[in-house]
C-alpha cells in the first residue's frame, strides 16, 4: 500500500507573538481515498447527473462502518437556493474497511420532488447513540431558487418556501434509513431564547456527540449533541445576524430541544466536543476576522459563556473539532483533533493542517499537513481500530476548486513523530 509522505511544522508561543518553526516531514498517510468525484462540466439539471459534491458529514457506526454524507450539487455547484431548477440532493457512501474501498452512493433524500417540486437539501450532520446503536442524521431542507435569507415559517411544501430541518435514523448501520421526520424549532420571538425571528436553524455541518462525563448532572450522560447556527433578525424582514446553538436530546433522539445562541460575536459553522471535566467546546467559524470563536459550556450546550477565541489563524471555513483518546475512557493521554486549510502565500482554502490540543482545548499545537493545494471544509472522526479518519473538500488539478471529496487515513504515532514536547 502506498504510504504519502505529510507535512509537520512545530508552533512556539511566546506572550502574544507565534513562531513556525519547520520540522521534518514524517507524518504518513496510511490510505487515500476518494468516495465523492465531482464530474463538473456543464450546468446539470438531470436528475441523475451532478456536477459537484460538497459539504462532507461523517461518523462511524457501532459496527465500525465509516458513513460519509454530502450534497450532491447541481446546476453549476453554488450553494443551495442560488440555481434555479438544480436540485441538491443528500448523498451517502459507507465503508466497511475504514474508508480503503466504499460502497455505492446512496441518495438519503432527492431534491427532485413528486407533483414536479425541486428543493436543495444540505448540512449532513450525523450523530451515533451509543446504547441503541442508531445514527441520527439532522440536514436542512431550502427552496431551489431563493433569496439569501428566507422569510420565517417552517412549512415543509416546497411552495411556501421555508427552511426546514429533517432528521433521519438508520438502526443497521447505515444500510437503511427511516422515513423523514421534521424537526420544528422555535422561530417567533416571544419563544426563541434571543427574542428574535429565527429564519432558519441549520445544523452542522460535520458530526454530533453524545455526551458520557457529567458529573455534575449526571442526568445529562448520553445526551445527543448536534451544532447548529440560526439566522436571526429583529424583524421578520429585516437584517440578520448569524449565531451558533446546539440541538439536544435527553431521551436517545426521541424528541429534540434547543438551546440558547452564543454570545457573539457573529459566528456561523461550528463543531462540538466535551471536555473531560464535562463541560462542552464550541468552536466556529468567524463571521469575520482571521480566529476561530470558541465557547464553553457548563450545562451541556443549553447556555454559552463568552468568546475565548483560538490563537491560531484560519481562514473564513468549516473546520472539524474531536476527541481522540482521554485518560477517563482508559487512553495514554487526553487528545483532541482540530483541522482546517492552513493556507498557501496567505489565509485562504488551502493546505488542509490538523493540529492537537492536549491540554482539553486551550492550546492547539503540531500542525500536520495533508496536501498541497485546494482544500475547503473537513471533518474527522476515529476509527474503529484507532486510526484516523478524515475527509475533506479538495480538488483535482492546481487551479481546480471543489474538484473532491478525500479520504484520508492515517496513523496516531506518525501524526505525532515530529512533536517536540
Known amino acids: 500500500m502506498a504510504r504519502l509522505r505529510g507535512y509537520v511544522r512545530s508552533v512556539v508561543t511566546f506572550a502574544m507573538m507565534t513562531i513556525w518553526v519547520p520540522l521534518p516531514a514524517v507524518a504518513e498517510i496510511i490510505s487515500v481515498s476518494v468516495p465523492f468525484v465531482s464530474p463538473k462540466g456543464g450546468y446539470v439539471t438531470q436528475e441523475e447527473d451532478y456536477h459537484t459534491f460538497r459539504i462532507p458529514g461523517m461518523i462511524v457506526a457501532q459496527d465500525g462502518s465509516v458513513l460519509v454524507f454530502a450534497e450532491g450539487r447541481r446546476g453549476d455547484g453554488s450553494d443551495p437556493r442560488r440555481d434555479e431548477n438544480a436540485p441538491i ?87 437503511t434509513w427511516s422515513d423523514r421526520k421534521q424537526v420544528v424549532y422555535p422561530d417567533e420571538p416571544h419563544e426563541t431564547s434571543d427574542g428574535l425571528y429565527w429564519r432558519y436553524a441549520e445544523p452542522g455541518p460535520g458530526s454530533g456527540i453524545q455526551l458520557q462525563w457529567q458529573d455534575r448532572d449526571p442526568s445529562r450522560n448520553g445526551r445527543l449533541v448536534i451544532p447548529a447556527k440560526r439566522g436571526g433578525s429583529s424583524t421578520a424582514d429585516g437584517p440578520v445576524t448569524v449565531e451558533p446553538f446546539v440541538f439536544y436530546s435527553d431521551d436517545q433522539g426521541k424528541s429534540w430541544q434547543v438551546g440558547n445562541v452564543t454570545p457573539g460575536p457573529e459566528a456561523n459553522e461550528d463543531e462540538v466536543v466535551e471536555l473531560i471535566d464535562g463541560r462542552v467546546m464550541l468552536d466556529a467559524r468567524p463571521d469575520s476576522g482571521k480566529f476561530r470563536r470558541r465557547h464553553i459550556s457548563t450545562d451541556g450546550g443549553v447556555t454559552w459563556g463568552p468568546d475565548n477565541p483560538d490563537a491560531i489563524p484560519i481562514t473564513e471555513v468549516d473546520g472539524s473539532l474531536v476527541r481522540y483518546s482521554a485518560k477517563r475512557a482508559g487512553h495514554d493521554r487526553d487528545r483532541i483533533f482540530f483541522s482546517g486549510p492552513r493556507g498557501e502565500g496567505g489565509l485562504n482554502r488551502n493546505n488542509i493542517t490538523v493540529w492537537t490540543s492536549y491540554d482539553e482545548g486551550m492550546t492547539f499545537t503540531n500542525p500536520v499537513q495533508f496536501n498541497n493545494g485546494f482544500a475547503a471544509y473537513s471533518v474527522i472522526q476515529r476509527l474503529a481500530d484507532g486510526t484516523i479518519g478524515m475527509v475533506v473538500e479538495t480538488a483535482k488539478g492546481t487551479a481546480d476548486r471543489y474538484g473532491e471529496i478525500t479520504f484520508y487515513r492515517f496513523d496516531l504515532t506518525e501524526l505525532e513523530a515530529g512533536f517536540r514536547r
Not at 138 to 154: C, E, K, L, M, S
Request: aromatic fraction near 10%; charge should be positive; proline fraction near 8%.
Open 89 to 175: 440532493d443528500l448523498v451517502m457512501r459507507r465503508s466497511t474497511d475504514n474508508g480503503r474501498t466504499w460502497q455505492p452512493m446512496v441518495v438519503i433524500d432527492s431534491g427532485f420532488r413528486p407533483g414536479g417540486d425541486l428543493l436543495d437539501f444540505s448540512d449532513p450532520t450525523p450523530v451515533l447513540e451509543t446504547k441503541t446503536g442508531t445514527v441520527f442524521l439532522f440536514y436542512g431542507q431550502w427552496p431551489d431558487i431563493a433569496t439569501r435569507i428566507v422569510a420565517p415559517g417552517q412549512s415543509a411544501r416546497p411552495k411556501d418556501r421555508y427552511q426546514v430541518l429533517w432528521l433521519r435514523s438508520s438502526t443497521d448501520n447505515g444500510r
